[in-house]
T-cell receptor, first 112, second 116 residues
Framework: GESVGLHLPTLSVQEGDNSIINCAYS??????FIWYKQESGKGPQFIID?????DKRQGQRVTVLLNKTVKHLSLQIAATQPGDSAVYFC???????????FGKGTLLTVNP | DSGVTQTPKHLITATGQRVTLRCSPRSGDLSVYWYQQSLDQGLQFLIQ???????AKGNILERFSAQQFPDLHSELNLSSLELGDSALYFCASSPRTSGDSYNEQFFGPGTRLTVL
């Protein structure tokens, strides 16, 4: 069945370090993957997405890597800042145009 | 600010009661999605509406229903509430048509429902 899971539920980093958040997915039909950031008391905020025909996509301070061979997705945050502290979710569409399946989330804590 | 609004922000009610959550999508977005976020289940897709019509159902209980109105705002109705219905309920909207696989969804701030 469909599942999206995270390898690490919590990640603590020092300010200025790079962060890597990992995600495993199981639905081979997924052709669209997204990372969301959720701060306390707020809704998920879109960070970056990637289609299955790509293996890497870069944004501002963030990079998403997709490895379809092992069904693995990662989010890299460069020069992590205190404002990056949040829960990060990966999500996949399972090949559908309506449903996103979310992982459980990784709590990123940035220490000053 | 995503442009998606939800009201109320907080809702406290008793078991057996019925509540209505409201969502206004981003201007121009035709699709509205409802999600439930609980500590043990994470973010779960409930239902999608596109231009007033129901398009997809996820893990939505029969006690729950939704609709999308001509002005594109949506309401999620939760009835015969149980303690386990306590959760954050998020609405998201998308500019894409129902036939497009691309699925960028913008989330509202959520409604926190507490059932006592």
């Amino acid at each position: 069945g469909e599942s999206v899971g995270l390898h690490l539920p919590t990640l603590s980093v020092q300010e200025g370090d790079n962060s890597i958040i990992n995600c495993a997915y199981s639905n081979s039909a997924s052709d669209y993957f997204i990372w969301y950031k959720q701060e306390s008391g707020k809704g998920p905020q879109f960070i970056i997405d990637i289609r299955s025909n790509m293996d890497k996509r870069q944004g501002q301070r963030v990079t998403v890597l997709l490895n379809k061979t092992v069904k693995h997705l990662s989010l890299q945050i460069a020069a992590t800042q205190p404002g990056d502290s949040a829960v990060y979710f990966c999500a996949e569409n399972g090949g559908s145009n309506y449903k996103l399946t979310f992982g459980k989330g990784t709590l990123l804590t940035v220490n000053p | 600010d995503s442009g998606v609004t939800q009201t109320p922000k907080h809702l406290i009610t008793a078991t057996g009661q019925r509540v209505t959550l409201r969502c206004s999508p981003r201007s121009g977005d035709l699709s509205v999605y409802w999600y439930q976020q609980s500590l043990d289940q994470g973010l779960q897709f409930l239902i999608q509406y596109y231009n007033g019509e129901e398009r997809a159902k996820g893990n939505i209980l029969e006690r729950f229903s939704a609709q999308q109105f001509p002005d594109l705002h949506s309401e999620l109705n939760l009835s015969s509430l149980e303690l386990g219905d306590s959760a954050l309920y998020f609405c998201a909207s998308s500019p894409r048509t129902s036939g497009d696989s691309y699925n960028e969804q913008f989330f509202g701030p959520g409604t926190r429902l507490t059932v006592l």
